[in-house]
């Protein structure tokens, strides 16, 4: 992007990037040049350097804060700070699966205000600024767990509930999932950063669910350690059983 086409627009600006960062990552692995742990790798940097090039020169007065960047004090003293995943799910994307996913959040005095999530494999990007009415739950309801390690938190609420559980890979897929009305429980318990989870978050509270951490309380962003290690997106009319759940079990 060069600085005589300046997006104006903060949400415009997280849906192309978004868009744009999916577009290299499928180039990327469409080479063949690479596979596996080495294509994530090189997937990664490729969208990084230029997500990282294009923040400079869209906001150059905003703070960033990057999964594959060196962190730095300076994002603290800004009030607007990019929190971007230039891959969500980088074993997804090694493995030529479809759910992984593209974060571009915007937190602007430590809340989720606005974010952008792409699903290049489906060619999907999900926007705060148009969000689309989430399809009415089916029964019996449907609880996302990581493919790899499945919080026992969730799979004890699922069980509680009455849930299947459905698994899945990324962070980013798994809260889009919620949003598109493929499942309605997205509860982690098993450790994320502010990057694993603000855009998304950003995303499924423009469309109404509720977004919290396991004990109901709100996200916050831009700490000076950005380990955030719980999350629970759901649908609002869930989210009172689900924390009492969660609640009964930190208890026991």
């Known amino acids: 992007m060069e600085n005589s086409c300046l997006i104006a627009d903060d949400a415009e600006l997280a849906a192309q990037l ?3 960062a999916g577009r290299i990552l499928l180039a990327t692995r469409d080479c063949r040049l690479v596979q596996g742990k080495a294509l994530g790798k090189a997937g990664d940097a490729a969208a990084n350097a230029f997500l990282m090039e294009a923040l400079a020169q869209q ?10 960047s060196k962190d730095t004090p300076l994002r603290l003293s800004k009030d607007r700070v990019w929190i971007i995943d230039p891959v969500d799910g980088t074993r997804e994307y090694g493995q030529e699966r479809a759910d992984w996913a593209v974060h571009i959040g915007l937190s602007i005095g430590g809340k989720p205000v606005l974010g952008a999530v792409a699903l290049p494999g489906p060619g999907l990007v999900f926007r705060s600024d148009k969000p689309q009415p989430v399809p009415p739950a089916p029964s019996p309801l449907r609880m996302l767990v990581s493919r790899s390690r499945p919080a026992p938190e969730a799979v004890a609420v699922a069980e509680a509930l009455g849930a299947d559980l459905v698994a899945m890979g990324s962070a980013g897929a798994k809260a889009m999932a919620v949003v598109r009305g493929e499942a309605d429980i997205y509860l982690h318990s098993g450790g994320q950063y502010e990057w694993d989870n603000c855009a998304p978050a950003a995303v499924a509270l423009a469309h109404g669910l509720h977004v919290s951490r396991m004990d109901g309380s709100a996200l916050v962003y831009n700490m000076p350690n950005p380990w955030l290690p719980d999350l629970l997106i759901c ?3 869930h989210a009172e059983r689900v924390l009492r759940e969660v609640q009964g079990l930190v208890k026991v």
Do not use: H
């Open 18 to 20: 978004a868009a744009a």
């Open 59 to 68: 906001r150059p007065d905003d703070g960033i804060l990057s999964e594959e």
């Open 235 to 237: 649908r609002k009319e």
